[in-house]
């Protein structure tokens, strides 16, 4: 655990205190290159001038508290998501049992705030639309925190958390003192800055901070629990995802439409867009708990990939009947009646497709677009999606699509962007190589002939290796299934995947010189104790066969190992693809063309390739494709070396 910058709060007020040009090339330039490097993107001056002025008057206040001795964590990660940080963590010792004691500090320029919903959780903030209450943001951090770091176990109470808006006067912002959001954070304001100090020296002594910040900073991080477990859990109300930053304010915002559109008999479209392991399903699962928890039987959980269905159906909704029923399929809704529903949660929507047609039921039958099917079903559909994982010529889900369709039948929308990620170690390091390696763009599945691949620059969170052949990829996975990691190995599809037949063995159709193994099980009902399809990458004896993107698509490992077809070559440093080596007939039919399949291609080894939650190892079929992701992946450890 790094954060953007540690010091004494007596040697943070020092540095405040300088000519900004000193400030430029210190703090704020720490800072800075902090945000470029976890999320890819570099700040704006906006951001650099709420960092001084927002740290220079918490320095002041800790000083007038004669706390100067207090550790300052500036930009504090979360343990599993380092693209969402803490504003300050305050590291030092309690005045009255003499133990380490933490407080989060989220802080905010704010001048003015106003509810727009009666749950007092969303607000308008001139300048920056609608935010979520900060009291939230502060808990969903301090959640982070007590959960991620083993040094703080059986020790929650170590860790407070209180918001300071410091441009704000007490009756711009009162709407943030009312509601349960606040309790247990509590907010102050400038007006309110002898009740801050005086809060503070309860919690803090004015003794040095530091070993309580390396204890800290130094602690073991827990694992991050299985996320369908996690999804059980908090369906049936024993538990919650600690939603941080836009994915509260993405929650905050489907809660205040929903109750709008009853209101006033109206209907809004809800886009939500984020790479993998950027927070969506938590998101989609704690808006579906929230509406089960009110008892709200208006609501409904769709998906259009039937392996990510049945698996919640198994996993999450168990053996409760009811809860089957709430997830559900994009088709079912091809004819529904008119806002027969409150939500309709559509994750996974870039897999939406031009229109419904099910082979063995009429009534998820419609030429109608299946966009307009699930608008017209529900008075606020929310669609959650990734551009860059479509992966069929039939898939329509795009932001552009859910607009224009939205426009169409004259609705207003909100789109919600977001920047975190839990998958992949919470490493945007990662997802921005991926992108360079693929020659995909940050934003959109578009191709992007001018992004560079370029070499691992390495991440403490995630390792990336290259194996030598994939008997050595299987060799390593199998060892990570030995000390209780789950993983998978996945391939593009290049080989023939032959039909099952009862009694024998599976045909062994992925044959890479010596090694062979088979696709997993082609069918819906386990066979010989191989599971099916559907259930090949969360059920045990997976592990025995090799996925594809159909079967891996919306699911995750500890371990991801992908193997790179022939569909998909390194040639004078990029990436080419070759559409006759694929066997997918769904990319192989002669109205997809060269570009379309280009694109396609690309999508599918971006899915593979970001399954993993701890890290992943690829090996290319292709000798040249081979060389080149060994100039690119420098240091394989042992038990991955090329």
Not at 202 to 212: D, E, H, I, K, M
Not at 421 to 434: K, M
């Amino acid at each position: 655990m790094v954060p953007a910058h540690r010091s004494s709060a007596r040697a943070l007020r020092s540095d405040l205190l300088h000519p900004r040009s000193v400030i430029e090339t210190r703090l704020i330039k720490t800072l800075s290159e902090r945000v470029q490097r976890e999320t890819g993107r570099r700040p704006v001056q906006s951001e650099k001038t709420a960092w001084r002025e927002s740290l220079s008057d918490l320095a002041c206040v800790l000083d007038d508290a004669g706390l100067g001795e207090v550790e300052v964590l500036v930009e504090f990660p979360m343990p599993h998501n380092r693209r969402s940080s803490a504003d300050v963590v305050l590291a030092g010792v309690h005045p009255e049992t003499g133990r380490d004691t933490y407080v989060v500090v989220e802080l905010k320029q704010w001048s003015e705030a106003r509810a727009v919903d009666e749950d007092k959780q969303l607000f308008e903030v001139p300048n920056l639309g609608q935010k979520s209450h900060p009291s939230l943001q502060a808990k969903g951090y301090r959640s982070q925190i007590v959960g991620g770091l083993a040094v703080l176990d059986g020790r929650a109470d170590a860790v407070t958390a209180l918001v300071y808006l410091h441009n704000a006067d007490p009756q711009d912002v009162s709407d943030l003192s009312m509601g349960a959001a606040c309790e247990g954070v509590p907010v102050f304001t400038r007006a309110s800055r002898g009740s801050l100090i005086e809060h503070l020296l309860g919690l803090l002594a004015n003794s040095p901070g530091r070993l309580a910040a390396d204890r800290l900073l130094g602690s073991r991080i827990h694992p991050s629990q299985n996320f369908l477990r996690k999804s059980a859990e908090v369906i049936r109300g024993f538990g919650q995802f600690d939603l941080l930053d836009q994915q509260l304010d993405a929650f905050a915002i489907v809660r205040a439409r929903v109750r709008e559109a009853n209101e006033a008999n109206t209907k809004r479209v809800v886009i939500i867009t984020g790479g993998p392991g950027s927070g969506k399903s938590a998101i989609a699962l704690s808006l579906l708990q929230s509406y089960i928890e009110e008892g709200n039987p208006r609501i409904a959980y769709a998906t259009g990939s039937s392996t990510v269905t049945k698996t919640l159906r198994k996993h999450v909704a168990g053996r409760d009947r009811a809860l089957h029923g709430l997830f559900r399929y994009y088709m079912e809704f091809a004819n529904a009646s008119r806002n027969e529903l409150d939500l309709l949660i559509a994750d996974e929507a870039h897999r939406v497709r031009k229109n419904s047609f099910d082979l063995y039921r009429k009534q998820w039958r419609s030429d109608r677009p299946q966009i307009e099917s699930m608008i017209n079903a529900s008075r606020v559909p929310v669609f959650l999606l990734d551009e860059h994982q479509v992966v069929k010529p039939d898939e329509v889900g795009t932001v552009a699509a859910i607009v224009a369709q939205a426009q169409a039948m004259d609705l207003a929308y909100d789109h919600v962007r977001l920047d975190a990620q839990w998958r992949c170690g919470g490493s945007a390091i990662y997802d921005t190589w991926v992108l360079r390696l693929l020659g995909l763009g940050a934003s959109d599945g578009e191709w992007n002939g001018g992004a560079e691949p370029e070499r691992w620059p390495g991440d403490p969170a995630f390792q990336v290796h290259l194996a030598g052949s994939p008997a050595e990829l299987e060799g390593f996975l199998h060892e990570k299934l030995s000390q209780g990691q789950s993983a998978r190995i996945m391939a593009g599809y290049c080989w023939p995947w032959s039909k099952p037949v009862a009694g024998q063995p599976l045909v062994p159709d992925v044959t890479i010189g010596e090694w062979a193994r088979p696709w997993n099980l082609k069918q819906d009902k386990p066979m010989n104790g191989i599971p099916p399809s559907t259930l090949w990458a969360t059920t045990e004896g997976g592990f025995g066969q090799v996925g594809c993107v159909y079967t891996a698509q919306g699911l995750e490992f500890d371990w991801a190992g992908v193997i790179i077809g022939p569909d998909l070559v390194a040639r004078n440093g990029r990436f080419v693809p070759r559409q006759e080596y694929s066997k997918d007939r769904e990319l192989t039919r002669s109205a997809v063309t060269h570009e379309q399949f280009g694109r396609l291609v690309r999508n599918i080894y971006k899915v593979l390739l970001t399954r993993g939650l701890r890290g992943v190892v690829v090996h290319a079929v292709d000798e040249e494709t081979q060389d080149f992701l060994a100039d690119l992946i420098q240091a394989p450890q042992e038990g991955a070396r090329r």
